[in-house]
C-alpha cells in the first residue's frame, strides 16, 4: 500500500508561485512513478506532471510545459511541483498520485493505482 499526503496549495494572484508538496510512505515499489493530475470544477481530471522515481525522468502536460517543475527528494519521500507563472486557468483541486509503473509519458489518470486526497490552487485575475 501507499499513502500520499499532498500540501502547499492556496490563492495567489496570476503571475505567482506556488510550490506542492506530496509526501509518500509505503512499498517504495509501488511507486515507481509518482505524478500530478488536476481537476477543475465540471472537467475532466487531467495530468499535469509525472516523475520516474527510479530514474528521474519528468514529463509534463502542454498547457504547463516551461512554467512547472516536478522534483524529487529521495531523503525526505517526497515529490515537488513548483508552479510558476499561474495563471486562473490553473485553478483546480491538484492531486498527487502514484503507481508500480513507470511510464514513458504522462499517463491517462486511470494508470495511477493510488491517489491522494487533493489540495486547491486558486490563481485570481
Known amino acids: 500500500q501507499v499513502q500520499l499526503v499532498e500540501s502547499g496549495g492556496g490563492s495567489v494572484q496570476a503571475g505567482g508561485s506556488l510550490r506542492l508538496s506530496c509526501a509518500a510512505s509505503g512499498n517504495p515499489y509501488s511507486r515507481r512513478c509518482v505524478g500530478w493530475f488536476r481537476q477543475a470544477p465540471g472537467k475532466e481530471r487531467e495530468g499535469v506532471a509525472l516523475?520516474?522515481?527510479?530514474?528521474?525522468?519528468?514529463y509534463y502536460g502542454n498547457s504547463v510545459k516551461g512554467r512547472f517543475t516536478i522534483s524529487q527528494d529521495n531523503a525526505k519521500n517526497t515529490v515537488y511541483l513548483q508552479m510558476n507563472s499561474l495563471k486562473p486557468e490553473d485553478t483546480a483541486m491538484y492531486y498527487c498520485a502514484a503507481d508500480a509503473r513507470s511510464y514513458g509519458g504522462l499517463p491517462s489518470p486511470g494508470g495511477m493505482n493510488y491517489w491522494g486526497r487533493g489540495t486547491q490552487v486558486t490563481v485570481s485575475s
Open positions: 516523475i520516474n522515481t527510479g530514474g528521474g525522468s519528468t
